[in-house]
């Protein structure tokens, strides 16, 4: 209550951590401290699009790669029907709920987001088996070594790319936070908290 919370994600993401701060009495101000956008080609991504009945499953590690991977299939003429035999592995509950709403059906996710608990989860069943992994530009090959190591034969596609902030909406940040404008600064990613920090770095 009376607390002036930043919020760094994108405009696109934020709408429910906004609603929940103003819910509590809270004031909350959106600036995004990372950028979304296409990856500079989409050659490898529809291809694999192409490929789809050739995979065993399709593995999402966030609601970008989930949007933007069916988002670029339904735009190059793929039916949303069709996603509904699509076996798909999700890291949370937020990203499997972005594959819902394609209308593909989540196999499993595991009890907390991490490459063990992911083996875990998919145990020896996908080994020999190939798997699909769309996933941003900066993601870190962790997760499809990890699946790798187990004999899942992963094929990785970038389908977004994670940019830094508008340069003129960082240096007014910048005098803002100086100011002590706000209580609370909030991050949910990585690349977020990376980019918020370089803003003050010397």
Same mark, same amino acid.
């Given at each position: 209550r009376n607390r002036v919370i930043l919020v760094t994600r994108p405009d696109t993401q934020a709408g429910e951590l906004v609603?929940?701060?103003e819910r509590r009495g809270g004031t909350a101000v959106v600036v995004p401290m990372i950028t979304i956008g296409p990856p500079p080609s989409w050659?490898?991504?529809?291809?694999?699009?192409?490929?789809l009945a050739d995979y065993d499953a399709l593995l999402?590690?966030?609601?970008?790669?989930?949007?933007?991977?069916f988002g670029r299939a339904i735009l190059i003429g793929v039916p949303q029907e069709r996603f509904s035999s $699509?076996? !798909?592995?999700?890291? %949370?509950?937020?990203?499997?709920?972005?594959?819902? +709403?394609?209308?593909?059906?989540?196999?499993?996710?595991?009890?907390h987001y991490s490459g063990g608990a $992911?083996? !875990?989860?998919?145990? %020896?069943?996908?080994?020999?088996?190939?798997?699909? +992994?769309p996933r941003g530009n900066i993601a870190?090959?962790?997760l499809a070594d990890a699946l790798q190591?187990?004999?899942?034969?992963?094929?990785?596609?970038?389908?977004?790319?994670?940019?830094?902030p508008d340069g003129l909406a960082a240096e007014s940040l910048v005098r803002r936070v100086l100011a002590g404008e706000f209580d609370v600064v909030t991050f949910a990613s990585p690349s977020a908290a990376a980019n918020f920090?370089?803003?003050?770095s010397v």
């Amino acid at each position: 209550r009376n607390r002036v919370i930043l919020v760094t994600r994108p405009d696109t993401q934020a709408g429910e951590l906004v609603r929940d701060i103003e819910r509590r009495g809270g004031t909350a101000v959106v600036v995004p401290m990372i950028t979304i956008g296409p990856p500079p080609s989409w050659k490898e991504c529809d291809e694999a699009i192409g490929r789809l009945a050739d995979y065993d499953a399709l593995l999402f590690t966030s609601v970008n790669a989930v949007e933007s991977f069916f988002g670029r299939a339904i735009l190059i003429g793929v039916p949303q029907e069709r996603f509904s035999s $699509l076996r !798909t592995i999700a890291v %949370g509950e937020k990203t499997a709920a972005a594959i819902a +709403l394609f209308g593909a059906q989540v196999a499993g996710i595991p009890d907390h987001y991490s490459g063990g608990a $992911l083996i !875990t989860l998919l145990g %020896g069943s996908y080994a020999g088996k190939r798997m699909l +992994l769309p996933r941003g530009n900066i993601a870190r090959p962790d997760l499809a070594d990890a699946l790798q190591g187990t004999g899942a034969l992963v094929e990785t596609v970038c389908v977004y790319v994670t940019g830094k902030p508008d340069g003129l909406a960082a240096e007014s940040l910048v005098r803002r936070v100086l100011a002590g404008e706000f209580d609370v600064v909030t991050f949910a990613s990585p690349s977020a908290a990376a980019n918020f920090a370089s803003l003050f770095s010397v």
